[in-house]
């Protein structure tokens, strides 16, 4: 099985990284295909690239992962202890 690489469009915030997930390349046209519509179509992401996971398509929308935008998050709910 083969597959392919999608990076973000925009480094993620939280880490300064580009990320990036992989597809089965079965999805390759698929996905080329969806984000033409979603990019410069502006059709919803969900319906342009429906086989995405929700946190792939957050890196594409926003280039944070999934686990960055907990770690964002889970910062300011614990890190403060008592102050
Ligand atoms: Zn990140």
Known sequence: M???TVCAE???VAC???HRFELDSGYA???Q???ILWHDRG???QDALPFLTAGQ???LMTGVSEECWDAL???EDEDLGDE
Do not use: H, T, Y
């Open 43 to 45: 059709v919803l992401i």
């Open 2 to 4: 083969s597959i392919f």
């Open 10 to 12: 925009n480094a993620c």
């Open 57 to 59: 398509r957050e890196i």
């Open 16 to 18: 300064g990284e580009v």
């Open 33 to 35: 295909q969806g984000f």
């Open 29 to 31: 046209l698929a996905f």
């Open 73 to 75: 998050f889970a910062d």
